[in-house]
């Protein structure tokens, strides 16, 4: 049973930092790639950041050269290390397993959830 659980998150002011984790089990997380994603309220879902089992990363245009994603194989876990923070980024954020579908194009490129499935999130609140 794959399990994703989200923490990190908290309210800051704009221009401050935050680290999201997520911890991963109930499947090989080492041969996925994983993304962050979020959504505000009475917004969809949108990709944030990805990282291949490699190590390559793929941003969203809003959070390039703020946001860095990262990845601890060893410890299941993935991160997000969020600097120069917004009032914008304000959101719940979720990690999740992702794969590439050449149909799809969003922020995040051709990168899109491989199961529908999300954990509980953290919530982010940025105050300007």
């Known amino acids: 049973q794959v399990q994703l659980v989200e923490s990190g998150g908290g309210s800051v002011q704009s221009g401050g930092s935050l680290r999201l984790s997520c911890a991963a089990s109930?499947?090989?997380?080492?041969?996925?790639?994983m993304g962050w994603f979020r959504q505000a309220p009475g917004t969809e879902r949108e990709g944030v950041a990805a990282?291949?089992?490699?190590?390559?990363?793929t941003y969203a245009e809003f959070v390039q050269g703020r946001f860095t994603i990262s990845r601890d194989k060893a410890k299941n876990t993935l991160y997000l290390q969020m600097n120069s923070l917004k009032p914008e980024d304000t959101a719940m954020y979720y990690c999740?397993?992702?794969?590439?579908?050449?149909?799809?194009?969003?922020?995040?490129?051709?990168?899109?959830?491989?199961?529908?499935?999300w954990g509980q999130g953290t919530q982010v609140t940025v105050s300007s």
């Open positions: 109930g499947y090989t997380y080492s041969s996925y790639c």
């Open positions: 990282i291949d089992s490699d190590g390559s990363t």
């Open positions: 999740a397993p992702v794969g590439q579908d050449p149909n799809y194009s969003g922020p995040l490129g051709s990168w899109t959830p491989l199961f529908n499935y």
